[in-house]
């Protein structure tokens, strides 16, 4: 087996040929693609909720709460309609509550200044709370065709080892190979369908620690193939996936607390408790975790405030 080393990165003239890679893309994804609620779905609404919450959860979480929060507010305006609490609410399991205070502004302010349609480039997109630049190619691409690279964390992983095999580079290198690779306009294969099957490729095939490569669409085109084959060598695997940050611990740390202080808003009637309640909440939380709350409870109550996500008013807490 040749050795990591051997590997350096390629020039983009040696990059694979685009076209055959999106013919292999093309065959695999019609015969693999994931059945997930929210592709095919011609609602760019819904393209938008399954962004927000694709953020920062699992796909297998989203999918129920995708649903709940689609019967909950159907439309934009039934969304912006609604009370910021209602869709906290809503938003319940789901974690990074933020969320759900964005999605609620974006709405109101997506129908008071648009008339109630979204913005169908990656560039305006931007412009709404909580859309940052991947949400936004997401949503521009999925929804409304725009050939924008889309570049999670599938993506990343499956470009960077076809291109550059196990010497991953930065993630911000593999930028301009995904913009090089996207289908030209008038392709058989569109950019959404393209972005949709690399992220097959990445969750069920080019798995982070034992990529399958015999089933994969690109093993005859891709630089990492033969040092990850047969799988096992998890140094040569971790190599070879870009860096991105770690997340930092959850349990005990100020975001565990926020949340704990937010699920106890959500079932109290009204949202509605005293701030003598809450803090009660959080010694409970801080038994439950075993971890005392980085920051006092009056802290955490400003910084939710902050955010949008509670107000509070003569010594009662409550979710907007
Ligand atoms: S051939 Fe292997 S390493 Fe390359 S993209 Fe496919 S699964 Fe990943």
Same mark, same amino acid.
């Given at each position: ?68 929060? $689609? ?35 974006l709405?109101?302010r ?15 997109l931007?412009e709404l709370p909580?859309i ?132 106890? $808003? ?55």
């Amino acid at each position: 087996m040749p050795r990591a080393s051997a590997v350096s990165a390629p020039p983009p003239s040696a990059w694979p040929d685009a076209g055959a890679l999106h013919d292999a893309a093309a065959r695999w994804y019609a015969a693999n693609a994931r059945v997930l609620p929210w592709r095919g779905v011609p609602d760019p609404y819904a393209a938008l909720v399954a962004e927000v919450m694709l953020q920062q959860t699992q796909v297998e979480r989203v999918i129920p709460q995708y649903e709940a929060f $689609l019967a909950a507010f159907p439309t934009l305006r039934a969304l912006a309609a609604a009370e910021p609490a209602a869709v906290i609410r809503q938003w319940a399991g789901m974690g990074y509550n933020r969320r759900a205070v964005h999605l609620s502004a974006l709405a109101r302010r997506v129908v008071e200044e648009r008339g109630g349609r979204l913005p169908e480039t990656a560039a305006e997109l931007r412009e709404l709370p909580g859309i940052g630049p991947y949400t936004a190619a997401a949503i521009a691409c999925f929804a409304f065709g725009e050939r924008a690279a889309v570049l999670d964390t599938n993506v990343y992983r499956v470009l960077s080892r076809v291109v550059h095999g196990v010497n991953a580079p930065a993630r911000v290198a593999v930028a301009p190979l995904a913009e090089s690779l996207l289908p030209p306009e008038g392709a058989a294969m569109t950019p959404s369908d393209w972005h949709q099957a690399l992220m097959d490729v990445g969750a069920t095939v080019c798995d982070a620690r034992r990529p399958d490569c015999p089933r994969c669409p690109f093993r005859e085109r891709c630089a990492a193939a033969p040092f990850l084959q047969p799988p096992g060598n998890a140094a040569l695997a971790r190599a070879s996936i870009p860096y991105a940050p770690r997340q930092s611990k959850f349990h005990g740390s100020a975001r565990y607390f926020r949340g704990r202080i937010v699920d106890f $808003l959500r079932a109290q009637p009204g949202g509605c408790a005293t701030e003598r309640e809450v803090e009660a909440a959080m010694r409970a939380a801080e038994a439950a975790s075993g971890a005392p709350p980085p920051r006092s409870a009056q802290e955490l109550l400003a910084a939710l405030e902050r955010d949008g996500l509670v107000r509070r008013e003569g010594g009662r807490v409550r979710l907007p």
